[in-house]
């Protein structure tokens, strides 16, 4: 599977980007897709997870009413909303596929270790 990650940027505070992420290589039907993001000196966190098949998406508290994650199949691109940004969502933005499994679940969807293939980071700075 190959992840390009496209969008990112600088914006004000309170202001909107989009990070798109699109695959190619698929071999299952369904895939978990997740969004990481890493500041300086801090470890990548978990930001938001969907199935490529449709779920109930999974965002980290941080992000709960300000982002939305999406897929559009047909163009095999995942998408993230990022609204109303705030200086602490400043960081290198990831996207990661795994195959769905028992590991696409509330319990693992934030855990680096379960995304076996990664996009190319961009970044993303709020001032």
């Known amino acids: 599977v190959q992840l390009v990650k496209s969008g990112g940027g600088s914006v004000l505070a309170g202001g909107s980007l989009t990070l798109s992420c699109a695959g190619s290589?698929?071999?299952?039907?369904?895939?978990?897709m997740g969004w990481f993001r890493q500041a300086p000196g801090k470890e990548r966190e978990g930001v938001a997870n969907v199935l490529t098949c449709g779920s109930t998406p999974y965002l980290a508290d941080s992000v709960k009413g300000r982002f939305t994650i999406s897929t559009d199949n047909a163009k095999n691109t995942l998408y993230l909303q990022m609204n109303n940004l705030k200086p602490e969502d400043t960081g290198r933005y990831y996207c990661?596929?795994?195959?769905?499994?028992?590991?696409?679940?509330?319990?693992?969807?934030?855990?680096?270790?379960?995304?076996?293939?990664w996009g190319q980071g961009t970044q993303v700075t709020v001032s």
């Open positions: 290589g698929y071999i299952y039907r369904s895939y978990c």
């Open positions: 990661g596929a795994r195959p769905e499994d028992e590991y696409c679940s509330a319990a693992y969807w934030h855990e680096t270790w379960i995304y076996g293939h």
